[in-house]
């Protein structure tokens, strides 16, 4: 990201109503492993297992009843609501940002690894800290390898600044968190025609029920206004100022036609592969692909809310599999 520091004009102000009342809060955990640890191909599959098994044993241990409400532990981690229009399965209010594919860390070596929540999933912190503690005993990856926590600091992926919130004597307050108002200022700052998306996990997208394995920020960006709108109208804290379904219409009907242009006539460069990927589900029984786009494709973009929405998804992930930690991405 090039940047002037100089005072930022231009402000984007009309975006406001649609994320008004919204957060994203990136935390990220520091820690050393105290026994061999390897990861999959796909580590965020193992650090969404293992959270999920810590957070069930320890909060929602007792098996869901037909015809009762979930308990908030398992709406938080499964994001199901009958009344949902779109059907049962909501984007979950979280993700993870997990170490590089197949890392292996000897004993004594430090990784870190980042999960972030939206909205008012932000009350669940507490939660996360107390299972991560268990996490770290019960050991992660393949042969189940220990880890010490060190640090723990919330982030801004927008200008890389970090903050430690608990050392050995307190919680601190969150001061870092991601919204309108800091996207914004990120965006005035921006002083580059050029844009790089640097796809850190594989980016599994659908345009029409068919995939999606050449970059398209057409697809990109009607994939990633349907999963904010979902995500805000959930999970925003004031649920009295949402923007309404014509709002959001608008708006990815725009940002869709926006994103077919660039590609058709500013794409520069595309350095992307297809990277094929399964899960296995214990539960479930079976596996499931969870493979998409690696790699890095650059764009001439002057429309700075494109570039609004897409500052947006470096915190958000887009497409497939975000609780596994898929669709994460840098904007360069």
């Known amino acids: 990201m090039t940047v002037d520091m100089a005072e930022p004009t231009n402000i984007i102000d009309p975006l406001s109503n649609l994320v008004q009342g919204f957060v994203a809060q990136h935390i990220v955990f ?6 061999a640890i390897q990861f999959s191909e796909q580590p965020g599959v193992n650090l969404r297992g293992a959270l999920y098994q810590a957070l069930i044993t320890r909060f929602s241990p007792n098996v869901p009843v037909p015809g009762l409400p979930y308990d908030l532990i398992r709406q938080f981690l499964e994001g199901l609501d009958d009344e949902n229009a779109r059907g049962r399965d909501l984007p979950r209010a979280y993700t993870v940002e997990p170490p590089p594919p ?9 990784f870190e690894f980042g999960i972030t929540l939206f909205g008012q999933a932000v009350s669940y912190l507490p939660y996360l800290f107390y299972a991560l503690r268990d996490v770290a005993d019960l050991g992660i990856g393949f042969g189940r390898g220990r880890f010490q926590m060190i640090r723990i600091c919330e982030v801004n992926p927008l200008n890389k600044s970090r903050r430690q919130i608990i050392d050995p004597h307190q919680v601190s307050d969150l001061r870092l968190a991601i919204n309108h108002k800091a996207i914004q200022y990120a965006v005035n700052l921006w002083r580059s025609d050029e844009i790089l998306l640097r796809f ?8 029409y029920g068919a995939l999606a ?3 398209s920020l057409g697809i990109l960006l009607r994939r990633l206004l349907e999963r904010a709108q979902s995500l805000v109208e959930q999970n925003q804290s004031k649920p ?11 708006e990815w009907m725009r940002m869709g036609a926006l994103g077919d242009v660039l590609d058709a006539q500013h794409l520069i460069a595309d350095n992307t592969y297809w990277k094929d990927v399964t899960s296995h589900s214990h539960i ?16 001439q973009i002057n429309e700075r809310d494109v ?3 897409l500052l947006w998804g470096q915190s958000l992930h887009v ?12 904007v360069e």
Not at 240 to 250: D, N, S, Y
Not at 284 to 299: N, Q, T, V
Not at 319 to 330: E, F, I, L, M, P
């Open 200 to 207: 850190l996990t594989p980016a599994r997208l659908t345009d």
């Open 213 to 215: 394995r050449r970059p």
């Open 30 to 35: 520091m820690v050393r492993a105290q026994e």
């Open 102 to 110: 197949n890392a292996h860390y000897s004993t004594g070596e430090q």
């Open 240 to 250: 009295e100022v949402a923007a309404g379904l014509e709002r959001w219409k608008a």
């Open 307 to 309: 570039l609004y929405w």
């Open 319 to 330: 497409g497939k599999n975000t609780a596994k930690g898929d669709g994460w991405y840098s």
């Open 284 to 299: 479930k029984g079976r596996s499931s692909p969870i493979g998409g786009l690696m790699g890095k494709a650059r764009w």
